[in-house]
């Protein structure tokens, strides 16, 4: 009981502050302005750990992007938007891994160093970022 509380008490404080600003605006002194979905559904222990990882990589590279967080809330909407599983990154509508066909609404494995792992690794970010920002 006392971590489903602590739970949704973090997933409140997300909720509250994605939902006052949907479209965040990352600042940056960088060339390049990108547009960031980050897809993910509340009960992935996961996406803060990934979404954590996109803003360092942002940071890193100094780029300013439109970050988009999207609340993944039923099947249906999974389909609609093409999710392909908790958390999911699309950097100008282009999955983090090229992932592109059908749907997913659980949780998903990204391939980091030839392992698997519930998370992108900011290293994994950064090289994808260089590529696909452009």
């Not at 093409?82 to 100008?92: A, K, L, T, Y």
């Not at 998903?108 to 160093?113: A, I, K, P, Q, T």
Request: proline share 4%; glycine share 6%; net charge positive.
């Amino acid at each position: 009981m006392k971590t489903l509380l602590c739970s949704l008490l973090i997933v409140s404080c997300l909720a509250w502050g994605s939902a006052a600003a949907p479209q965040k605006r990352l600042a940056g002194k960088g060339k390049v302005n990108v547009k960031i979905e980050f897809l993910y559904f509340d009960s992935c222990p996961s996406y803060q750990q990934a979404l954590a990882n996109l803003k360092a990589a942002l940071k890193e590279k100094h780029l300013t992007a439109d970050l988009v967080l999207i609340k993944v809330e039923s099947e249906d909407q999974a389909q609609k938007v093409g999710f392909q599983g908790s958390p999911s990154i699309r950097i100008n509508g282009k999955d983090l891994e090229g992932r592109d066909e059908g749907f997913s609404f659980s949780c998903r494995l990204y391939e980091v160093n030839g392992k698997p792992s519930t998370t992108p690794s900011q290293e994994a970010i950064l090289a994808k970022l260089e590529h696909l920002a452009q």
